[in-house]
T-cell receptor
Framework: KQEVTQIPAALSVPEGENLVLNCSFT??????LQWFRQDPGKGLTSLLL?????REQTSGRLNASLDKSSGRSTLYIAASQPGDSATYLC???????????FGQGTELSVKP | DTAVSQTPKYLVTQMGNDKSIKCEQN?????MYWYKQDSKKFLKIMFS???????INETVPNRFSPKSPDKAHLNLHINSLELGDSAVYFC??????????????FGPGTRLTVL
């Protein structure tokens, strides 16, 4: 049974710092991994999608990596800003009908 | 706007009532999903439909019945609401479940509170 874990559960950093969020999964047989952002009381915004054959994806200040064999992904945020404050969720898609299995998220706070 | 939309955004109701949440996507996707986010913010799949056909039913109580009148809509009807049903319900869609590597897009969520 696939399990997804995110560490840390919460993170507070000063503005301008580079930071890394971690995601690990127990079953390496995945089709893709998706990173989402969730603002308080809002829906999920898809940030990056990494296919199982890819090693990383970049979008602006965000870079996500995937090491399928070790069951790990990282989300790197460069030059963090207060507007980056949100909960970041990672989710993996396995071979069970397309459902996403989510981690419990990392709550990020970037202080001005 | 191209998006996944849900109504209502908030739903407050008494225990024992029956309620429905509607979801529509205008992305031309074939597959739609319902997820539940509990009070600890944990998101879990409930159902998935591909082209109006049920493909995932994640051992959700029978009180929950999804209905897909067409591939752009997936509604969630809940009978005999219980306190434990209080959560945020998210609808999502993807181009096709058959293309298993497809990205999923989420609606804004419906916050259900059962009193």
């Amino acid at each position: 049974k696939q399990e997804v874990t995110q560490i840390p559960a919460a993170l507070s950093v000063p503005e301008g710092e580079n930071l890394v969020l971690n995601c690990s999964f127990t079953d390496s047989a995945i089709y893709n991994l998706q990173w989402f952002r969730q603002d308080p009381g809002k829906g999920l915004t898809s940030l990056l999608l990494i296919q199982s054959s890819q090693r990383e994806q970049t979008s602006g200040r965000l870079n996500a990596s995937l090491d399928k064999s070790s069951g790990r992904s990282t989300l790197y945020i460069a030059a963090s800003q207060p507007g980056d404050s949100a909960t970041y969720l990672c989710a993996v898609k396995g071979n069970q009908g397309g459902k996403l299995i989510f981690g419990q998220g990392t709550e990020l706070s970037v202080k001005p | 706007d191209t998006a996944v939309s849900q109504t209502p955004k908030y739903l407050v109701t008494q225990m024992g009532n029956d309620k429905s949440i509607k979801c529509e996507q205008n992305l031309g996707h074939d597959t739609m999903y319902w997820y539940k986010q509990d009070s600890k913010k944990f998101l879990k799949i409930m159902f998935s439909y591909n082209n109006k056909e049920l493909i995932i039913n994640e051992t959700v109580p029978n009180r929950f019945s999804p209905k897909s009148p067409d591939k752009a809509h997936l509604n969630l009807h809940i009978n005999s609401l219980e306190l434990g049903d209080s959560a945020v319900y998210f609808c999502a869609s993807s181009r096709s479940e058959r293309g298993l590597a497809e990205e999923q897009f989420f609606g804004p969520g419906t916050r259900l509170t059962v009193l």
